[in-house]
T-cell receptor
């Protein structure tokens, strides 16, 4: 596809369950970013990858959150033992390189609801 | 600590008039500022940016002004159109970490026909 694709678009899960959110970046983009947007707030940085490695994971709120990008393309954000406070829209973005973060393209997001 | 702030949660403007969205920041090390526009159920889309070495950047109906001494930037849309109705986020990058954007809380703009 031409843009950043995120699946699923919506996810409802029970408290305590494990979830995986997927991001397919724009082909050829080496940098990939995850953000979280809570209601009434702006996107909040979680982690970014340059290639396969996590270059900065300082935004991950705690060790229940983990992200991987094993082949330098698709990335998965994994949340263990979900809590109601994890409910938010999770946004993924990609850019050609990390130096072009100001030209990042965002996906439509995955709305996660923890009940 | 909110490094990028948009203090107006909403703004309503008549079609054809000017919309002015404001943003304040606290970190003087930011070297790039951006505005994003977001429609419901869509991801943010890039609108316009400005480097910290400039004080103005214009692109069609959109102009961003940067006042570094006041740590303030604004987005001007003129003339405003109903299709401009969306949530607008300002964001900043730099401060030694080029991979991270710091976003404000957003301002919801409504342009009335």
């Amino acid at each position: 596809g031409a843009g950043v694709s995120q699946t699923p678009s919506n996810k409802v899960t029970e408290k305590g369950k494990y979830v995986e959110l997927r991001c397919d970046p724009i082909s050829g983009h080496t940098a990939l970013y995850w953000y979280r947007q809570s209601l009434g707030q702006g996107p909040e940085f979680l982690i970014y990858f340059q290639g396969t490695g996590a270059a900065d994971d300082s935004g991950l709120p705690n060790d229940r959150f983990f992200a991987v990008r094993p082949e330098g393309s698709v990335s998965t954000l994994k949340i263990q033992r979900t809590e109601r406070g994890d409910s938010a829209v999770y946004l993924c973005a990609s850019s050609l390189t990390v130096d072009s973060v100001t030209e990042a393209f965002f996906g439509q997001g995955t709305r996660l609801t923890v009940v | 600590d909110q490094q990028v702030k948009q203090n107006s949660p909403s703004l309503s403007v008549q079609e054809g008039r000017i919309s002015i969205l404001n943003c304040d920041y606290t970190n003087s090390m930011f070297d790039y500022f951006l505005w994003y526009k977001k429609y419901p159920a869509e991801g943010p889309t890039f609108l316009i940016s400005i480097s910290s070495i400039k004080d103005k950047n214009e692109d069609g109906r959109f102009t961003v002004f940067l006042n570094k001494s006041a740590k303030h930037l604004s987005l001007h849309i003129v003339p405003s159109q109903p299709g401009d109705s969306a949530v607008y986020f300002c964001a900043a990058s730099g401060s030694g970490n080029t991979g991270k954007l710091i976003f404000g809380q957003g301002t919801t703009l409504q342009v009335k026909p």
